[in-house]
């Protein structure tokens, strides 16, 4: 049952949906709609928007750009939240943020690019705590997915000594969105050492990593993205790092890669992923190994779970707010398998927590 808080009220069931036409924000109003939730379709095109279907599907559509305050307004009158699906997030965080702020509505965004949602944190938290609004930015594949991962790794400790988030991708077929987002975003990346966000050294650190299979052994290389800004908020780390498997880097490399192709009737396209997460305490480790398919299809139940669970109630605290924070890790996982997500939560003591065939 939905609560009473205020933003609840304001659009019970609506969630707006900005950056709706983009490869994301399509699979996002499609799951709200598997979910029972009334999604309010927002894009900066209004051609686009016309010739999204999101009419025939009986989605209400709005027009709303980043540079018109009172569009952005009027674009989230009636809903109760709003995702934000429209990179690059630099620029489009902050608009949409205070938006939801005068609205009183809750926000979430599925950025990767780490200064955009250090931003919110660093900027947002008392707004968002007086609005008595939440506000989780990195709600994605990137970012939410590892920060749950490794909430549910950590279990009862309080502070861990490493983290390493090792991905492995058998292939990226970038959208347009994330080709821009890579231009766009030129800073510095950030990892966690010595218990503080610090630059990645340049070049960035490279080694092997032995997944399960399908992958088996691969070549890595450091690439942190959001959730070393989301993990640091809820989890006391001396060193985290975020590493990514070589393949995939090279398709996002080669300009003449395609953007995604469904394989099945859900449009999701056939990329296989794999998230490895090892927790150490002292001489201890705990493991989380999840796999699933298409990034970017994955990111929408990643997202809307936390909608639901947010309007429902679930989280108490308002501000700006990393997921693993919020909500019991190990529960919101398992409401995602297996249709979208398999995992398996390895504990200290058990043999399969020693990571073997490994350089880090």
Not at 75 to 102: H, K, M, Q, W
Not at 258 to 275: K, L
């Amino acid at each position: 049952m939905f609560n009473s808080h205020s933003a609840t009220r304001k659009g019970g069931h609506t969630v707006a949906v900005f950056g709706a036409t983009g490869h994301t924000g399509q699979f996002v109003i499609t799951e709200l709609l598997r979910r029972g939730l009334t999604p309010i379709a927002i894009a900066r095109d209004e051609k686009r928007l016309s010739a999204s279907g999101f009419q025939d599907r009986s989605v209400e559509t709005r027009v709303a750009t980043i540079n018109s305050s009172s569009s952005l307004d009027q674009a989230l009158a009636g809903s109760a939240a709003v995702i934000n699906c429209a990179g690059p997030f630099l620029d489009t965080a902050v608009p949409v943020l205070e938006a939801a702020l005068r609205a009183g509505i809750h926000y979430l965004d599925v950025t990767a690019e780490q200064m955009s949602a250090l931003e919110l944190f660093e900027r947002y938290a008392t707004p968002a705590r007086d609005a008595g609004i939440i506000a989780v930015p990195a709600m994605g594949f990137y970012g939410g997915l590892g920060d749950m991962l490794a909430t549910a790794a950590i279990g009862d400790w309080t502070e861990v000594d490493e983290i390493n988030i090792s991905i492995a991708l058998d292939s990226w077929e970038p959208t347009q969105g994330t080709r821009l987002t890579g231009k766009r975003n030129t800073h510095r990346r950030l990892h966690v050492t010595d218990g503080k966000l610090a630059q990645l050294p340049d070049p960035a650190p490279t080694a092997s990593w032995q997944f399960p299979e399908p992958f088996g052994i691969q070549e890595i290389v450091e690439l942190p993205f959001t959730e070393t800004v989301l993990i640091p908020r809820h989890v006391q780390v001396s060193a985290l790092h975020s590493y990514l498997n070589l393949t995939p880097l090279r398709d996002l490399r080669d300009s003449s890669t395609p953007p995604p192709t469904p394989s099945d009737d859900t449009g999701r396209s056939a990329q296989i992923f794999m998230v490895d997460v090892v927790v150490r305490k002292g001489t201890e480790t705990r493991r989380v190994i999840a796999q699933g398919r298409d990034i970017y299809a994955f990111t929408a139940p990643l997202v809307v779970e936390a909608t639901l669970r947010i309007l429902g109630g679930e989280a108490e605290e308002r501000g700006v707010l990393a997921p693993g924070s919020m909500f019991d890790a190990l529960n919101f996982l398992q409401s995602l398998a297996p249709s979208h997500l398999t995992f398996d939560v390895i504990s200290a003591g058990d043999p399969r927590s020693a990571v073997l065939g490994h350089q880090l």
